[in-house]
């Protein structure tokens, strides 16, 4: 029915995670009303994203490269931080949403997502490996596993309290201070840090 670069576009954005076939559709054509600076600003965008932004090779948040030395992250760089404590979170935006509380003074690592408790391959995808390599680099105290109060998240906490229990760093969950089916993103600051000082 549409033009072959439509449907081809529509597919690819189609790719994004809880982007549907409409919203797809609703994206392409925007794109396509839109004046051709906007379009051009939007592909400028998407090419720095990919040029300009690297992952950090500690922990794996993404920051700005471009024109900087070194593979780390500030958070990373950062020597005032407690180098004994590392929060274990499922992605970026938990990451985001922990250090806003202005609570959290150690180190992280991202996961990269969490696993579906019905199934175990999705084990694979996580990055278990870097995280264990991290750890035996590491003079660590404590570690933190922060992942989302969801069934994939405790799904995951059981995984990787299995996977880390024979190292030396003491295991630590966060507090029940949030909603079972909620997610670190989209709590509030109070909730987070509440949830930081509980944990067990």
Known sequence: ????????????FSQFPTVGQRTSARFVFH????????????????????????????CFAPFDASGKIGDTCTVCQ?????????????????????EGT???KG??????GAVDPLRKEQ???????????RIQRSSLKE??????????????ALYLERTLKSKDAKLTRLGRGLPIGGELEYADP???????????
């Open 31 to 58: 794109i396509l009303k839109a004046p051709k600076n906007k379009v051009k600003e939007l592909v400028e965008a998407i090419a720095e994203l990919r040029n300009q932004v690297a992952l950090c090779k500690l």
């Open 123 to 133: 084990r694979d995808t996580l990055r278990t490996k870097e995280l264990q390599e």
């Open 190 to 200: 109070e909730t987070l840090r509440q949830s930081l000082e509980n944990r067990r």
């Open 78 to 98: 950062n020597k005032t931080r407690d180098q004994s404590i590392l929060c274990v979170v499922e992605k970026e935006s938990d990451l985001e949403a922990l």
């Open 143 to 156: 570690i933190i596993i922060a992942t989302n109060p969801t069934p994939e998240g405790e799904a995951t």
């Open 1 to 12: 029915m549409y033009p072959k670069q439509i449907q081809r576009l529509i597919q690819l």
């Open 107 to 112: 180190l992280y690592f991202i996961l990269g």
């Open 102 to 104: 202005k609570e959290y």
